[in-house]
């Protein structure tokens, strides 16, 4: 019974589906569509939170606890520890309930000079929410950016998949 409730869950939030949908030596652009049985609100309110959520191990200190995001225009999606901090992006556009938007390039792109815009857009569907994730990353075509993108696109996947999953657990009652 335990491995039957365990499957379920994290059948819950896996993505409706994940595509590359652009890869090219000078740019990429991958999408993640999860679908999240808590209605918009309660997803942006999980979404907005990514020390709850996001993966330890792509974080620059380790603990993803040191991750905050300021969910207003000019806001900070950033991390600080003892000894360091990281601007992982900076919000663009924020509407509650519907859209969060930020530039940054993540992780090892950030010394790469490119250019990148994350979009997580939230409709409500039936009792919950889909949730769209969008990555675009440009930049020079030396920088052979199309080696990167199926690594960056199941990144992608595994940092919202956290994010789905725990809006998932917040449940239609949110």
């Known amino acids: 019974m335990r491995l039957l409730v365990a499957t379920a869950l994290c059948l819950v939030a896996l993505p ?3 595509e590359l949908t652009l890869s090219r030596p000078d740019g990429f652009r991958v999408e993640h569509v999860f679908d999240v049985s808590a209605p918009p609100e309660a997803a942006y309110a999980i979404l907005i939170q990514p020390a ?3 993966p ?3 974080t620059w200190s380790g603990d993803a606890a040191h991750l905050s995001l300021d969910a207003r225009a000019g806001g900070c999606f950033c991390e600080a520890w003892d000894g360091g901090s990281a601007e992982h992006g900076r919000v663009v556009m924020a509407q509650p309930g519907r859209l969060l938007r930020f530039v940054g390039a993540l992780g090892p792109l950030q ?3 490119v250019s990148a815009v994350l979009t997580v857009t939230l409709e409500a569907a039936g009792s919950g929410t889909r949730a769209t994730v969008t990555y675009r990353v ?3 075509a030396g920088h052979g950016l199309e080696t990167l993108a199926p690594v960056v696109d199941t ?3 595994q940092q919202f998949g ?3 999953r725990l809006a998932s657990e917040s449940g239609p009652s949110s």
Request: overall charge negative; hydrophobic content about 45%; aromatic content about 14%.
């Open 155 to 157: 990144v992608i996947g």
């Open 162 to 164: 956290g994010f789905a």
């Open 16 to 18: 409706a589906h994940g």
């Open 111 to 113: 010394e790469s000079a």
């Open 56 to 58: 330890s191990d792509h």
């Open 138 to 140: 440009s930049g020079d």
């Open 52 to 54: 709850l959520w996001w």
